[in-house]
C-alpha cells in the first residue's frame, strides 16, 4: 500500500533552515512527484510546490520563491523540503502528498511535520 | 491569481443533507478536488475531477460542478462527518494548485 513517512518535528530559531523529508513506499516512485502543502495554526491549507521525481522539475508557490528547495532521492525513494531564513510565521504543519502533475488529485499524504520556529 | 471562496461554517442536523460550495471564476472549467480533515489528521481526498470518489469513500459523498460554483453533497450526514472540508483546483494561468480557505461542517 501506498505510505508517505515524513519526518519529526523540529523547533528551529527565527533564521534558520529546515529540511522536512517524506520517504515514499508502495509505488514506483519514479512514475509520481511530491506536492508540499502547509497549514498553519489554526488555518487552511497551503500549497508551496511540487517537484517531479522523475525528471527533478519544480513549480513553487510564488509566496516561497528563493526561500524554498525541493528535491527528490530516486535511490531512497525519499522527498525534501528546504525551507530557509525560517520566520515565526513559517510555524506550521508540513505535510507531503503524491502527484503526479499538477491537475491531478493528492490522494496520499504524510502523516505531518510539525515545525516551530520561536526564538 | 485564481481564488475559491468557501463559507466558515456550515451545520446540518445528524440525517440531513449538507451542501457545501465553492465559488471560482468559472471554476465549471476546471477539474475540482475536494479533502476532507479532521482534527489533528491529514487532509483525506474524499471526491476527485468533480464527482468521481476514491475508494473506501461512502456513496453519502458526491460532488459537482458547474458555472462559478462546485458543491460538495454529502447525504444522511453522521457524527463521524464533522470535520474541515476543502477545495481545491489546478490554476493553468500561473501553474500551481489552489485551496479554498475551507469549510468547517458542524454536526448539530
Known amino acids: 500500500q501506498v505510505q508517505l513517512m515524513q519526518s519529526g518535528a523540529e523547533v528551529k530559531r527565527p533564521g534558520a533552515s529546515v529540511k522536512v523529508s517524506c520517504k515514499a513506499s508502495?509505488?514506483?516512485?519514479?512514475?509520481?512527484?511530491i506536492t508540499w502543502v502547509r497549514q498553519a495554526p489554526g488555518q487552511g491549507l497551503e500549497w508551496m510546490g511540487w517537484v517531479s521525481a522523475y525528471n527533478g522539475d519544480r513549480n513553487y508557490a510564488q509566496n516561497f520563491q528563493g526561500r524554498v528547495t525541493m528535491t527528490t532521492d530516486t535511490s531512497t525513494s525519499t522527498g525534501y523540503m528546504e525551507l530557509r531564513s525560517l520566520r515565526s510565521d513559517d510555524t506550521a504543519v508540513y505535510y507531503c502528498a503524491r502527484a503526479a502533475k499538477g491537475v491531478e488529485p493528492l490522494g496520499y499524504w504524510g502523516q505531518g511535520s510539525l515545525v516551530s520556529v520561536s526564538s | 491569481s485564481y481564488v475559491l471562496t468557501q463559507p466558515p461554517s456550515v451545520s446540518v442536523a445528524p440525517g440531513k443533507t449538507a451542501r457545501l460550495t465553492c465559488g471560482g471564476n468559472?471554476?465549471?472549467?476546471?477539474?475540482v478536488h475536494w479533502y476532507q480533515q479532521r482534527p489533528g489528521q491529514a487532509p483525506v481526498l474524499v471526491i476527485y475531477?468533480?464527482?468521481d470518489r476514491p475508494s473506501g469513500i461512502p456513496e453519502r459523498f458526491s460532488g459537482s460542478n458547474s458555472g462559478n460554483t462546485a458543491t460538495l453533497t454529502i447525504s444522511r450526514v453522521e457524527a463521524g462527518d464533522e470535520a474541515d472540508y476543502y477545495c481545491q483546483v489546478w490554476d493553468s494561468s500561473g501553474d500551481h494548485r489552489v485551496f479554498g480557505g475551507g469549510t468547517k461542517l458542524t454536526v448539530l
Open positions: 475531477y468533480d464527482s
Open positions: 508502495g509505488y514506483t516512485f519514479t512514475s509520481y512527484g
Open positions: 468559472n471554476i465549471g472549467n476546471k477539474g
